[in-house]
């Protein structure tokens, strides 16, 4: 079939961050890109020597010089106002930007959700075990500047029809919680950012979630936890406990879409999914999704295949 100028350029971002394999060129609903941006965590001064853990060093090189951000606009994206919204996920340990994209099918749960919003991956630490981001999580107004040049390149290029920034949902997923809490210490852009989505990703940063979520009632924090972060969120929910209980507990094998969407911190517990299947298990990042503040769609997307 003839090339649109969303594919070609889709194609072309592809191929300048390097190879497609193991994540589709696209997906039902929408247009990936692959772009490098100056702004991007890495490359980064904190990592210049690269990092050492557990007696086994990752070079520069191998994990802390891709600036790839990978990027999901769905078919129909609409400003509200003269506003995109956009849902930024932090991922975790020992992955890539494109793995992220097709082992949690982040793309199609967007879809699925049916939310207004583009998607943006930023690679962190490339196939090392590192909760650090480079420049998101450390720069003051880091995030800011990526979140600027990330929307102006989309706008001028005629992905998007604006680039005004409305308003952000961070996710993080195990160590992606680095990234996240840097960019709500320092990133610049509180006043955009409507929800925190923590799968299993309370290991640090509590007094950045926690002062991010006590800051406004319009702050939605959402923590899906297993075993693994029982102590962190315990943590979390002791510092977001306001005078009168304000916190609510639940189970994920019962939760609703609506006890998500009360905007009061909510924490869920699972015993029976294990950590790296959080996100796709029963399409929860989707049923997330659909809990935050950013607006729905306006036009029907196509139904997706069940996945378990």
């Known amino acids: 079939m003839p090339w649109t100028r969303g594919a070609f350029l889709a194609l072309m971002g592809g191929l300048a961050g390097g190879t497609l394999a193991g994540s589709p060129l696209e997906v039902p609903g929408g247009r990936t890109y692959f772009q490098a941006f100056r702004s991007a965590p890495f490359p980064d001064r904190s990592r210049a020597e690269g990092y050492d853990y557990d007696g086994k060093h990752f070079g520069f090189a191998t994990s802390y010089d891709d600036s790839t951000v990978a990027i999901f606009v769905p078919d129909g994206i ?3 106002g003269n506003d995109i919204s956009y849902v930024v996920h932090f991922h975790g ?3 890539d930007v494109r793995n992220v994209l097709a082992r949690y099918r982040l793309r199609e749960q967007l879809v699925r959700s049916g939310r207004n919003a583009v998607l943006i991956v ?3 630490p490339k196939d090392a075990p590192d909760s650090g981001d480079g420049k998101l999580e450390l720069a003051t107004d880091g995030f800011r500047r990526f979140m600027t040049e990330v929307s102006g390149w989309l ?3 005629g992905i998007v029809p604006s680039a005004g920034i409305g308003r952000i949902v961070l996710s993080a997923h195990s160590g992606g919680y680095g990234g996240a809490g840097g960019v709500l210490a320092r990133g610049g852009m509180n006043r955009n ?5 923590l799968f299993d990703a309370a290991y640090g940063y509590y007094r950045a979630f926690a002062d991010w979520t006590n800051a406004s009632p319009d702050h939605h924090l959402l923590s899906l936890f297993t075993a693994d972060t029982s102590t962190g969120n315990a943590a979390l929910m002791a510092m977001v406990q306001g005078p009168q209980p304000n916190v609510y507990v639940r189970l994920a094998s019962t939760m609703t879409l609506a006890e998500l969407q009360t905007r009061a911190p909510t924490f869920v517990l699972t015993t029976g999914v294990a950590h790296d299947d959080l996100l796709q298990h029963d399409h929860w990042y989707a049923l997330f999704l659909e809990a935050t503040q950013l607006p729905g769609r306006t036009r029907a997307l196509p139904e997706l295949q069940p996945h378990r």
Do not use: E, F, T
């Open 93 to 95: 340990w020992n992955n």
């Open 155 to 157: 706008h001028a290029r």
């Open 122 to 124: 930023p690679q962190g």
């Open 193 to 197: 950012i409507s929800d925190v989505l």
């Open 78 to 80: 609409s400003p509200v």
